[in-house]
């Protein structure tokens, strides 16, 4: 059982945009990082801030900006890595094989990471989110069956992640269906509206 604890120092270099995390900090404390230091750069992991990065790093790891900038794993630079025998390797060392394997394959599969070192991305100062929920009466069949035509063809600035819910109506024991959608674009409203309008007017965003 290793414990990670005191390993979660995040060293950025914001003129490069890269950052060396260690593998016991969260994905929270990596954004909060990122975020002391500019607003601009980001890294494109997933949503919820108590994931460790070193788990989460081994599994792929998606989130938010996967349409544009593709899995955490895919803006992963460089490695400290420690094998069995307690040698520590980096990218070159370990060979490429190995790095390809411990950013995805679970880590914990081939020894233990010490430190990854990432590549951040360009982000615009300002994105526009929103959310909506429509159950069936409002049509959520539909609007769902259209998602999965528009959500991966739309403009890569725009991700729109969905979730289903089943639900009691009010004090009654019927149950309805609720999707929601939520969604996050890389610009502002000026934009995305008239976006939305075209491609997808179902959703009814305004
Ligand atoms: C609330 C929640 C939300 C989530 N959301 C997303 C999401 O949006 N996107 C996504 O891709 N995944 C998501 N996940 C899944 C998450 O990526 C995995 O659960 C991940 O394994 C968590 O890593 P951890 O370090 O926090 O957990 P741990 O349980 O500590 O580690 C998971 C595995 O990785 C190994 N490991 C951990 N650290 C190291 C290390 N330094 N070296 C080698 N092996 C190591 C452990 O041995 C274990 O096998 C979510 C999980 C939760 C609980």
């Excluded at 914001?14 to 890294?43: C, H, M, P």
């Excluded at 792929?60 to 420690?82: C, H, I, P």
């Excluded at 790095?99 to 526009?128: D, E, M, Q, R, Y």
């Excluded at 819910?165 to 959608?181: A, D, L, P, S």
Aim: glycine fraction near 12%; charge should be positive; charged fraction near 20%.
């Amino acid at each position: 059982m290793l414990d990670f604890t005191n390993m979660r120092s995040i060293d950025m270099d914001v003129a490069k945009r890269t950052a060396w995390v260690q593998a016991g900090a969260t994905l929270g404390e990596l954004y909060y990082k990122i975020s002391r230091e500019t607003d601009t750069l980001y890294f494109p992991a997933g949503v919820c801030p108590t994931m460790g990065v070193g788990g989460y790093m081994g599994g792929g790891g998606y989130g938010k900006l996967l349409r544009k900038y593709g899995t955490a794993a895919d803006n992963v630079l460089d490695a400290r890595f420690m094998d069995v025998d307690g040698n520590i390797l980096d990218r070159k060392s370990m060979g490429q094989d190995l790095f390809w394997a411990i950013l995805g394959g679970g880590s914990s599969s081939f020894g233990i990471v010490l430190a990854w070192k990432l590549s951040l991305v360009p982000v615009p100062k300002k994105v526009t989110v929103f959310i909506l929920n429509k159950t069936l009466e409002q049509g959520a069949t539909e609007i769902f069956h259209k998602y999965h035509y528009v959500a991966r063809n739309i403009d890569r600035n725009l991700h729109i992640r969905t979730q289903v819910f089943v639900e009691y109506i009010g004090n009654t024991t019927k149950k309805n269906i609720r999707i929601m959608f939520e969604g996050i674009y890389q610009g502002t409203t000026d934009a995305l509206l008239p976006l939305l309008y075209r491609k997808y007017p179902e959703l009814g965003v305004t």
